[in-house]
Structure formats: C-alpha cells, structure tokens
C-alpha cells in the first residue's frame, strides 16, 4: 500500500524542529519511522507533515555525569548496543535493545521514539521504569522533566504536548543488580508476550533495601507493580519471599487474550519471570536474565 501525501520538512536545528511542530499540530516527528511509517502504510495515522529529526546533534550522544546517565532521544537502539556505559551500568536495558525486534529495524529505532510510540509492550520502556528513568522534553517553550512513569498515560498516550520532543532519557543505576526478561513467540523480532524488569538494592546482610519491578505486555501501558515491590523491603530475598513478590506482580497485571497468548497464560508468565528476576537479584553472581 502507498503512503498516503503529506508535506516533509527536514530539520536542521532542535529550535527549527520543535517549532514546526508546535505551529503544526497535527504534525509528526520523523527519526527511525519503524513504527511512524507502518501507521502510516496501514493509515493509523496521517498527518500532513512528516518533520524529519534523524539527523539532529541536539538527540543523539550519552554521557556519564556524577552517577547519572543521559542518553539522546535520537540514539539508535544498535548505538545503546554498542555504547560500554549501557552494557556496563544497564544491563537490563542492554538486554532488551539485544532482544530488539531485528539487526536492520535496531540500526534505525530510536530510544526517543520507542517511548514516544507508547506501545503496551514497548521493550526499553520497561527496563528504564524499573530503575525510575526521567525523561526531558524540550519545546519551544524550554523544557521540562518528568519521570517516565507520568510520561506514559496510556496506549499510543503520552504527555508529550504539540512542539515537544524526547531530548535525553535520564538514570541513576548505581546500586541496582537488574534483569531482564522477555517472552515472544519467537527469538527475535518478535512483539512481548509478556515482558519484566527488575531492580534490587540490597542491605549489607542481604535484605532488600528497595525493589522496582517493571511490566510490559500485560496492561494498556508498561507499568510498575508497586504492591510487590512494598513487600520486598526489608525482606530478605529468600524463596518464599520472591514468590510472594511474584503472585502480587501476577494479580497487578491486566492482560489481555490476543493470538500472541491467552491472558491467563500471560499472567501466570508474570509470575514465572518476576520470580526469576528476583531470585537472581538475591544470588547476583548467578548468570543474569536472558531475554
């Protein structure tokens, strides 16, 4: 199918970016397009102006600064690949760029872009809310932070408002032993069946000290399961403590049936995976979570 007409401006500032779309409101940002452009193909969407932002310096790079990692909205999900920051301090999130969709779509796919599209089983979402990622949008107006659990207000939502832009993705991930899990039909390039992050932080004698627990595919948007994550502190990280951890995680989703799985089997999935992130959360020289 062809795409349907629109206008195209090609950017050539962040202020000329957010500009146009600000006086355009119906107006889409172009960076990868993975996902604008399948919209686009199946008339999801149909904007009159396509405002191309791939090549703006102002969303790309990541830095390290006292502890906090800042990563351009327009940083491809094969750079987050190959940046030694991600891999080193961001396992999780490394784990799920790995188990992005294919080798051509992660060449293209932005970090900005994915939690901009807002999808139930968005892949970096969910790691980066398991570690209490903040997002900065800029405008024409400035900008403004906002932890992306608010960023995200529902499917294909979001509080992105007309002229803004995913600049930089935000984290401190000192402290935090994470994993990573993801169950799809199918290796790679699939869509999460059910996908799970988790972030402990532990006491010198092996309690949790704090917990986040992140899940994907298993409600309108990523969420935090924040009643079995409340249990976890102060408890230690033994079996019948992670299995609680677990049927709490599996209770809070909301999962529907589609031909990906059934949301009973999703919700039980749940359960499977957050007790083995948690578990080994509490043996952190264990081989870590595979996707």
């Known amino acids: 199918m062809l795409l349907p007409r629109f206008e195209y401006r090609h950017a050539t500032s962040l202020a000329q970016a957010t500009t146009l779309l600000a006086e355009h409101p119906d107006a889409q940002p172009l960076a990868g397009g ?4 399948v919209d686009l ?30 990563i351009g909205g327009g940083v491809t999900v094969a750079e987050l690949l190959q940046a030694p920051a991600v891999a ?5 999130l490394h784990r799920a760029a790995r188990d992005f969709a294919d080798y051509l779509t992660r060449n ?8 901009a599209n807002a999808s139930p089983g968005a892949d ?32 294909r939502r979001t509080a ?18 994470q994993s990573w899990y993801k169950l799809g039909l199918k290796r790679g390039g699939a ?74 089997y999703r919700r039980a999935m749940v359960e499977v995976l957050v007790t083995r992130g948690l578990t080994e959360a509490g043996h952190p020289s264990a081989p870590r979570g595979a996707g």
Do not use: M, Y
């Open 191 to 264: 869509i999460a069946v059910v996908s799970v992050a988790t972030s402990v932080r532990r006491e010198a004698d092996g309690r949790c000290a704090d917990a986040r627990i992140a899940l994907g595919a298993v409600g309108p948007r990523p969420f935090r399961a924040v009643e079995a994550e409340a249990g976890l502190v102060g408890a230690p990280l033994d079996p019948a403590s992670v299995a609680r951890a677990g049927a709490l995680a599996a209770r809070a989703a909301q999962p529907i049936s589609d031909v990906r799985g059934g949301a009973d």
């Open 41 to 70: 193909r199946e008339r999801r969407r149909q904007p009159k102006l396509l405002v191309d932002v791939s090549e703006l310096g102002e969303l790309r790079g990541l830095a390290e600064t006292d502890g906090r990692i800042e």
């Open 88 to 92: 080193r301090h961001l396992p999780g």
């Open 34 to 37: 993975t996902d604008l452009l």
């Open 108 to 115: 293209k796919a932005t970090l900005g872009g994915n939690l």
């Open 124 to 155: 970096l979402v969910v790691p980066l809310l398991a570690l209490d990622a903040e997002v900065v949008l800029a405008g024409t107006g400035g900008e403004r932070r906002l932890a992306l659990d608010q960023f995200l207000q529902g499917p």
């Open 160 to 177: 992105l408002q007309p002229g803004e832009l995913v600049r930089v993705v935000g984290v401190r991930p000192g402290g935090w032993t």
